[in-house]
T-cell receptor
Framework: AQKITQTQPGMFVQEKEAVTLDCTYD???????LFWYKQPSSGEMIFLIY??????QNATEGRYSLNFQKARKSANLVISASQLGDSAMYFC?????????????FGGGTRLMVKP | GAGVSQSPRYKVAKRGQDVALRCDPI?????LFWYQQALGQGPEFLTY????????KSGLPSDRFFAERPEGSVSTLKIQRTQQEDSAVYLC??????????????FGPGTRLTVL
């Protein structure tokens, strides 16, 4: 079974509007971490935001916020006021404590395209 | 300061050739990870080092793949007798340590390997 599922292969959003990128995860651990990364065409993975499983409040970082619904095992990324530079691949990832060195398990990604 | 660097950025190999991919992690980072990212997919874990010790290599797809980090800093991923299915982007990431789930992994730009 997939540990991280991103059901939207591609998304369009109008510049200056908000967009939500979906992510669901599967784990039997109580303690885990959830991450979102941005990968522009240059290829580098850029860390955006982190949510710990015990964090009671949704994480926010500037224009990025994470809609964390633990019971539903979802961790959707919300980008407010989209900019043309937000066009990229976005990956949701999970870290579980018993995995090798706390490695990351990634979803398949969502390609976001921002329209001017 | 300098981030994670990888070389070469692009590598074209004929089927059957051996290749070596280099990763220079951030100075002082204890943990080093290699991931493989096939076209249009999320990265997948290959192997993990803590200093010079390779603690997990469960993600290496075959015995043609070999990684080392002899002095606990620079790491090399070697692929022997390359096959077309080895074509992918190889990402290296480093982090300070692995004691915390939050511990951020910093990624390099990747090496795009194309096997003809």
């Amino acid at each position: 079974a997939q540990k991280i599922t991103q059901t939207q292969p591609g998304m369009f959003v109008q510049e200056k509007e908000a967009v939500t990128l979906d992510c669901t995860y599967d784990t039997s651990d109580q303690s885990y971490g959830l991450f979102w990364y941005k990968q522009p065409s240059s290829g580098e993975m850029i860390f955006l935001i982190y949510q710990g499983s015990y964090d009671e409040q949704n994480a926010t970082e500037g224009r990025y916020s994470l809609n964390f619904q633990k019971a539903r095992k979802s961790a959707n990324l919300v980008i407010s006021a989209s900019q043309l530079g937000d066009s990229a691949m976005y990956f949701c990832a999970m870290r579980e404590p018993y995995n090798a060195g706390n490695m990351l398990t990634f979803g398949g990604g969502t390609r976001l395209m921002v329209k001017p | 300061g300098a981030g994670v660097s990888q070389s070469p950025r692009y590598k074209v190999a004929k089927r059957g050739q051996d290749v070596a991919l280099r990763c220079d992690p951030i100075s002082g980072h204890v943990s080093l990870f290699w991931y493989q990212q096939a076209l249009g997919q999320g990265p997948e874990f290959l192997t993990y080092f803590q200093n010079e010790a390779q603690l997990d290599k469960s993600g290496l797809p075959s015995d043609r793949f070999f990684a080392e980090r002899p002095e606990g800093s620079v790491s090399t991923l070697k692929i022997q007798r390359t096959q077309q299915e080895d074509s992918a982007v190889y990402l290296c990431a480093s982090s300070l340590d692995t004691s915390s789930l939050y511990n951020e992994q910093f990624f390099g730009p990747g090496t795009r390997l194309t096997v003809l």
